[in-house]
Every structure is written in structure tokens, then in C-alpha cells.
């Protein structure tokens, strides 16, 4: 009965909403409030939640510190946790830089070269499946900068994704572009330049979102280890000093800041995946429906 | 009709190119040193041939190709150009095969820009053979923003912006529907006739050969061969009229016999 008395005005009117559109835009629409509103409320909730259960069991901060005294840390030890937190992503981006760098670079040079490759590529995995904590120290006995040290562990955790992706990439072009690229005589650097590269990019971008995390990841584990304080010193460093000096709250605090930034360079780095790819790959391709 | 009427397969192809602008002569093609894929095929193709390859799978249509295209070399025989010819060919695949990260005017640059050519260089005529497909304005599109027509389109496109003197089509419609096969062979013989390019076109539909071809080679399979090769001289320009005249019809018979008969008793016919 309501579908009747609905379908003879839609006939009439110009545009051409049917009920199935409209209850499709109703969800998008919901789905897109929800998309942001529903993890803020979510957080709020945890907060509220948190700072319940901190006061009704009157849980002394030296073992669990309420959102409020965190916010408080936060605030008063800023200037420490800040400049650690420069450290700490100054190793993070050194790494990753190098990380890309090196493994693109060698990424590149196996692909030009099979050789190579079956020479030099067991040593990567076996550099993956080391626990980084267990070279670490080793690395801390024959590097004397401490800097050069943490960049290095870093490196380690976030080189692997990076060139075990770009590899795969760099020999993942059709084969019928190959073939094409041949009969036209290109040489091994156009076949590079104009297919291997463009079609390693999905790949490349893959693992740098992964590299993104590892980097900064590797940097404060590397400094765990390293365990040295002073003027230059990271989140980690901080985050070991509080849990000396049992100051909980600044733990949290630190701790947060890792999140976040772990968070940011995830943010960051879909979002250069989505603009390097958002014009031809179906990972980044909006669609309609 | 008399040209249509099918002749034993005799070595040194049909008759007629004193001086070829390719000569297949007696090649042969065998995988792995077990796997005859093409045995003893001999072809002269000459300027402004549209030679169809037609035969069931297996028959070494795709072989052929991709030793004319110099992808692979053959096991005995040889594959020679015209002398003080260059090899200079084109070829569309079965697949559009474009770069998807490219616009449909950087995959028609492509071949030229191999060649050292600037887009500022190449602008003219990349837009005018992406004109002459009939896919003027969509320069800056991806190829996937285009339909399966479209981008086979591009594909031709790229083929040919070098002008190439010989233009290799591995089953280039195989995939496409009806309606869009038909409009892209009228395209597709307009273009050739335009430029007077030779063509060898692989297929398995023996009214697309009928339709486009001056010459169709008939091929068998295990090992693949060649069985018949039929002149096909129905007059150009052929168009709609053409493809339902009874004239066209009556060839279409003539060739189905032919691949009938390569497919059923194909092994009787094995010279070399």
C-alpha cells in the first residue's frame, strides 16, 4: 500500500529518486557522521570510564593515574617530554629516509641484476627475522655514537618492507607491457623508468605505510636497549627514567605522545599513498556505489 | 568466387611477391625440445596484405606472431625483412594492455617517447592517431575511465602513431561484444586502408577474417601448422553492405569448410 501511494507522485517529479536511492543516501550520510563521531564518543566514553573507576577505587596515581593527572603531566613536563619526543622523531624520519633510500636503491639493483639478488638477498631475511633487541646491543658495542646506534637499529625494523615490497613491485609488470617494451627496443633504464617503477609504486607505498610504524617502532626499542640518559635522549629513555622515579603519570604521558605520533605517520603516509595513486589504482580510486 | 576456393598449402606462401616485405620461410617452433608449437610455416607477406592467422587454439597462430614480432627465435628457418628494411612493426594484443597509470595520451606517446621523441615533439601526431580512432578529447583520461572498446581503441592507437609497415593483431576483439567488434573491424580496415600498412591478424572467428582479410592462412593444431592458404579477394572498401551480401556469406562457407577440414583430417595434409 505505501509503496503505491509513494510511487505515482515519485513518477512525476523530475528528478529521479527512487526509494532504494534514497534510503542509500540516508546511510552514506549516516555512515558519514558516523565515520568521525563514532570513535570520538568511543574515546570520550573510555576517559569517563577511566576516570571512574581511578576515583571510586580511590587508586593511588603512583599506580594508576586518572586521564586528568596524565593531561596534567602532560602540561607541566612538557619541555622534557617535548624535546625527547624531537629525538625520538628525529631517529624515526632518519630511518625511514634511509630505509627508502637503501631499499629502493637495492631494490632496483636486484631487479637489474638476478645475480645480486640471490647473493645479497638471504642477508636481508636474515636481518627481518633477527630480533632486533638481540643485535641491538652488539650494534651499541661497535658504533660509538649513540645517534648513529639507534639509527641503525631503526633502519633494521623498517628496511624490510620496504625492499621485499619494491622488489615484488619492480618484477610485477604485465608481461604483455614487457613484450611491448621490447619490440620498441627500450633499453633497461626506459623499462625502469617507464614500467618497472610505475608499476612498483602500489607496492612501494604498501610497505612504506608498514615501514612507517617499524621506524618508529625500531627507534624507541633501539633506545630501550641502548638505555643511556642525558640532554639527548627520546620518549623511551623518559618513559624507563619515570618508571625509576615511579612517576606513573609521566609514563602515560610519554607513552601517549609515542601513540600519536605512531598515528601521525600513519595519517601521513596513507595520505601520500592516496595522492600518488588516487588518479589510476583501485585501492585509491573512489567509486560510486 | 573463384579466388575463394581452397588450395593446398604449398611452401613459399601464396604466389605473387617478387620482393617481400617479410618471408617467413620454413619455420619452425619447438618448446622445451618436446613441444612442436609451429612446424615447417612458410609466408610472404606483401606491402599492404591483411593476412588473417585463423585456427583453433593450439594451432600456433600466437607463436607465429610473437616470432614475427622477434620475441622469441625459431628452432630451424627464417624470418627475414625486406633488405635494407628495418624490422618496424606495431602490435595489439589480445588485452588492451595499457599503462594504467598513464593518460590515454602518455600511452600513445609511449612508443615514441622510447624512442627519445618530447611530448612537446610528438603532440601533433599523438592527437592525430588518437583522433583517427575516434577517441578525440579524451587525451587526459585514464584507461580506466574507458569502456573495454575504448581502451582497445587506445591500444590500436598506440600501434600505430609510429606509422609502423607491418602491424601485428594477437585476437585484439576476442574479447569485446558483438556490436563493439563489429564497429572496431570497420575502424580497424578503414585505418589500414587509410595508411596501407600490412596486417597480420590472429583470429578464431572465421567471419571477422572473411570480413577484413585480403589473404587468410588456415592453421591446424599438434603440431600447429599451416594448412590452407586462401587469396580472399572480395573488393575493398568493405562495409556493411559487404558483411551481409551473399557474396559474403558464400566466402564465410568457403573458409568454415577450410577450417573444418584443418581441424578433422589436418594431420593428412602434413608436408614437412
Given amino acids: 500500500m505505501a509503496e503505491t501511494a509513494l510511487s505515482a507522485p515519485a513518477a512525476d517529479a523530475a528528478p529521479e529518486i527512487d526509494l532504494d536511492e534514497l534510503k542509500r543516501m540516508r546511510q552514506r550520510r549516516n555512515e558519514r557522521i558516523g565515520a568521525w563521531a563514532l570513535p570520538v564518543i568511543v574515546v570520550a566514553l573510555t576517559l569517563l570510564g577511566w576516570d571512574w573507576i581511578v576515583r571510586a577505587n580511590e587508586i593511588p596515581h603512583y599506580i594508576l593515574p586518572g586521564p586528568g593527572r596524565v593531561a596534567e603531566s602532560l602540561y607541566e613536563d612538557w619541555s622534557i617530554l617535548f624535546s625527547a619526543l624531537m629525538v625520538t622523531l628525529k631517529v624515526t624520519t632518519m630511518a625511514l629516509f634511509t630505509a627508502v633510500v637503501l631499499g629502493v636503491g637495492l631494490a632496483i639493483l636486484f631487479s637489474l641484476s638476478k645475480w645480486i639478488e640471490m647473493s645479497l638477498f638471504p642477508y636481508a631475511v636474515i636481518l627481518q627475522v633477527t630480533p632486533i633487541v638481540s643485535i641491538a646491543p652488539l650494534i651499541f658495542i661497535y658504533v660509538d655514537s649513540k645517534l648513529a646506534g639507534l639509527l641503525i637499529c631503526a633502519w633494521i625494523v623498517a628496511f624490510f618492507p620496504i625492499l621485499s615490497n619494491t622488489t615484488l613491485g619492480l618484477n610485477s609488470a604485465d608481461h604483455n607491457l614487457r613484450d611491448l617494451f621490447r619490440i620498441y627496443g627500450a633499453t633497461r633504464w626506459q623499462t625502469l623508468r617507464h614500467l618497472q617503477i610505475p608499476s612498483a609504486m602500489p607496492y612501494f607505498l604498501a610497505g612504506l605505510k608498514i615501514a612507517g610504524g617499524l621506524s618508529l617502532i625500531g627507534a624507541v626499542v633501539a633506545e630501550y636497549v641502548a638505555g643511556t640518559g642525558g640532554v639527548g635522549s627520546g620518549l623511551a629513555f623518559r618513559i624507563l627514567e619515570a618508571s625509576y622515579r615511579l612517576n606513573i603519570p609521566r609514563m602515560f604521558a610519554a607513552l601517549l605522545l609515542i601513540a600519536v605520533t605512531g598515528v601521525l605517520i600513519f595519517a601521513l603516509m596513507s595520505l601520500i599513498n592516496h595522492l600518488a595513486l588516487r588518479k589510476w589504482h583501485e585501492s585509491a580510486v573512489s567509486r560510486e556505489r | ?272
Fill in chain 2, 1 to 272: 568466387m573463384e579466388g575463394i576456393v581452397p588450395e593446398e598449402h604449398q611452401t613459399g606462401g601464396s604466389a605473387g611477391h617478387a620482393d617481400p616485405l617479410l618471408r617467413v620461410a620454413n619455420v619452425s617452433k619447438v618448446f622445451g625440445g618436446q613441444v612442436t608449437a609451429l612446424r615447417g610455416m612458410s609466408l610472404d607477406l606483401g606491402e599492404g596484405d591483411f593476412v588473417s592467422l585463423l585456427g583453433p587454439s593450439g594451432c600456433g597462430k600466437s607463436t607465429a606472431l610473437r616470432l614475427i614480432a622477434g620475441l622469441t627465435h625459431p628452432t630451424s628457418g627464417q624470418i627475414r625483412w625486406r633488405a635494407g628494411t628495418e624490422p618496424d612493426l606495431g602490435v595489439v594484443f589480445q588485452e588492451p594492455t595499457l599503462a594504467p597509470w598513464s593518460t590515454v595520451f602518455g600511452n600513445v606517446w609511449l612508443p615514441l617517447r622510447l624512442r627519445g621523441i618530447s611530448k612537446a615533439a610528438a603532440k601533433d601526431q599523438v592527437e592525430e592517431v588518437i583522433a583517427s580512432v575516434g577517441l578525440a578529447g579524451f587525451e587526459g583520461a585514464y584507461p580506466r575511465e574507458l569502456s573495454g572498446g575504448m581502451k582497445m581503441r587506445v591500444s590500436i592507437a598506440r600501434a600505430m602513431v609510429t606509422r609502423p609497415k607491418l602491424l601485428l593483431m594477437d585476437e585484439p576483439f576476442a574479447a569485446l561484444d558483438e556490436i563493439t567488434r563489429f564497429k572496431l573491424n570497420n575502424d580497424v580496415l578503414a585505418l589500414q586502408q587509410r595508411l596501407g600498412c600490412t596486417v597480420i591478424f590472429v583470429t578464431h572467428s572465421v567471419f571477422e577474417s572473411v570480413f577484413l582479410s585480403s589473404r587468410i592462412v588456415v592453421m591446424a593444431a599438434r603440431p600447429g601448422r599451416v594448412v590452407h592458404d586462401m587469396p580472399n579477394d572480395a573488393p575493398y572498401p568493405r562495409d556493411e553492405g559487404f558483411r551481409t551480401s551473399h557474396d559474403y556469406v558464400e566466402r564465410c562457407r568457403a573458409v568454415s569448410a577450410a577450417l573444418r577440414d584443418a581441424m578433422e583430417h589436418g594431420a593428412g595434409h602434413e608436408e614437412h
